[in-house]
């Protein structure tokens, strides 16, 4: 059983730096799954934000963040944390994190097996 708990969602100003965290719970090994942020915004689908793969790490980027976010992984913590910085009111969402296992990293949320409840953040102007 894999269970996925984000947080650190909370309300910040335009500007703001904020950091969320995946913990991931699993009786495997951690460094088995590659882990991806997604967004959703009211009546919006859900976005692909970042995603970091198992092995080696490798990352990738939305456009929309690329250059105000960075995903890295502690596999002490088995946390995947989100830093993002410069937020804008665009970037207001329900933000979720979700793992496959042994899978390449990839921005398509059908490509994920499990995922968390989400945390809110809310970028205020």
């Known amino acids: 059983q894999v269970q996925l708990t984000e947080s650190g969602g909370r309300l910040v100003q335009v500007g703001d730096s904020l950091m969320l965290t995946c913990e991931v719970s699993?009786?495997?090994?951690?460094?088995?799954?590659?882990v991806g942020w997604f967004r959703q915004a009211p009546g919006k689908g859900r976005e692909f934000v970042a995603s970091?793969?198992?092995?080696?790490?490798?990352?990738d980027y939305a456009d929309s963040v690329k250059g105000r976010a960075t995903i890295t992984r502690d596999n002490a913590a088995r946390t995947v944390p989100l830093l993002m910085v410069a937020l804008k009111a665009d970037d207001t969402a329900v933000y979720y994190c979700?793992?496959?296992?042994?899978?390449?990293?990839?921005?398509?949320?059908?490509?994920?097996?499990?995922w968390g409840r989400g945390t809110q953040v809310t970028v205020s102007s």
């Open positions: 979700a793992a496959r296992k042994l899978g390449v990293a990839g921005s398509f949320p059908g490509m994920y097996e499990h």
């Open positions: 699993s009786g495997d090994s951690f460094g088995d799954y590659t």
């Open positions: 970091i793969a198992w092995g080696l790490g490798s990352t």
